[in-house]
């Protein structure tokens, strides 16, 4: 992967952020999710008054590439100011997927860390025969 494409994805996740809707935590989250094909879906955090409905931007970005056709991904871009990984939800949510390199940058676009899904989520589940 080129460090052009990384620069771009990186954008388009500081992007997503500056769209969250997070005004019960103001906590803003924003993903940008890299498919095998080279296209990028966006997400951010939409919280709601009831607070557990709150969806997180990586599932967002979950949701917008598969309505888009697409099944296999490459990377992820979270971006927030805590450097913040997926929780454990956007985990699994992404593992159905298989594994992918997740960067976790903060609020100016430095990365900060980079994992591979499957060692953040081990033994992810799976449903038996599948
Ligand atoms: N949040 C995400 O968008 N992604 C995560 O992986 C963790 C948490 C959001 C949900 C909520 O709007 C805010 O961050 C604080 O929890």
């Known amino acids: ?37 080279g296209e990028v879906f966006t997400g951010c955090n939409v919280e709601n008054a009831s607070y557990g409905l709150t969806i997180c931007a990586e599932c967002f970005a979950v949701g917008a590439a598969v309505a888009a056709g697409h099944h296999q991904f490459t990377r992820v871009v979270v971006a927030s100011d805590a450097k913040a990984g997926p929780c454990g939800a956007c985990r699994q949510v992404l593992a159905e997927f298989g594994d992918l390199e997740i960067l976790m940058v903060d609020a100016d676009g430095e990365i900060e860390r980079r994992r591979r899904l499957d060692d953040l989520l081990p033994e992810q589940f799976k449903l038996p025969g599948r």
Do not use: H, Q
């Not at 494409?5 to 769209?19: H, P, Y």
């Not at 997070?22 to 999710?33: C, E, K, Q």
């Open 1 to 37: 992967m080129s460090d052009d494409r990384t620069a771009a994805l990186i954008r388009a996740a500081l992007e997503a952020r500056r769209r969250a809707y997070a005004p019960y935590s103001n906590f803003t989250v924003g993903a940008a999710l890299e498919t095998a094909s």
